[in-house]
């Protein structure tokens, strides 16, 4: 006969902490973490396990990247309606994504989630074996040319991210198009659409 899990985890008989945790109540804990969401990518672990990660990610963001990787992505938008660009080829082709609405991002698909202010989503993605390279690319706003692709292993997706877009925007070097000499600016927080 199953029991009910007692509010906290308890030692097992050799005096080692189950590793299973007890549910969530995930707007709770969106409101108790609220205040560390912050720009350019407003993100937030909820589950930091072996094999994938769950983040839930508040908008505004401030990002004008795509985000490249080996691995799949899967979107579930909690509020609000998002706009996941995705470059096809030479082309990038808008897709929103409405509150309730799940969106899958095959593997190696560079793809630039824009989340307006007061939208809520969450992304289930693979954690990266060491030594699997992760991408930020930046395109050019005029003729979109290769600006930048920034190729690192990414062990921490939250604190890496935001350290690699504000390397980028603050070298005017790196961020001036070589094709036709304009400048990657930095973006501001989305507004909504």
Same mark, same amino acid.
């Given at each position: ?9 308890? *030692? ?11 549910? /969530? ?30 983040? $839930?990610?508040?908008? =505004? ?6 985000? /490249? $990787? ?46 307006? =202010?007061?939208?809520?989503?969450? $992304? $289930?993605?693979?954690?990266? *074996? ?12 005029? &003729? ?9 292993? &990414? ?24 094709? &036709? ?7 501001? *927080?989305?507004?909504?659409?």
């Amino acid at each position: 006969m199953a029991h009910l899990a007692e509010p906290s985890a308890a *030692p097992t008989a050799a005096g080692i902490t189950s590793s299973v945790q007890l549910p /969530l109540n995930l707007s709770d804990w969106i409101e108790e973490n609220r205040h560390l969401f912050k720009p350019p990518v407003s993100n937030r672990y909820v589950y930091d396990g072996r094999d994938f990660f769950v983040m $839930v990610i508040m908008g =505004p963001n401030a990002r004008n990247d795509f985000h /490249l $990787v080996d691995s799949e992505e899967f979107f579930y938008q909690l509020k609000g309606d998002i706009k996941v660009r995705i470059r096809e080829g030479d082309r990038i082709v808008d897709h929103l994504v409405r509150e309730g609405e799940t969106f899958f991002i095959p593997a190696n698909v560079a793809h630039a989630p824009v989340r307006p =202010p007061d939208t809520l989503g969450m $992304v $289930v993605e693979r954690r990266r *074996p060491p030594g699997e390279r992760e991408h930020v690319i930046f395109y050019c706003d005029r &003729c979109e040319a290769l600006v930048e692709d920034i190729d690192f292993d &990414c062990a921490d997706i939250v604190q890496a991210f935001s350290q690699a877009m504000l390397d980028f925007w603050n070298d005017d070097a790196r961020r001036t198009c070589r094709n &036709c000499g304009q400048k990657v600016e930095k973006p501001q *927080p989305v507004k909504p659409f």
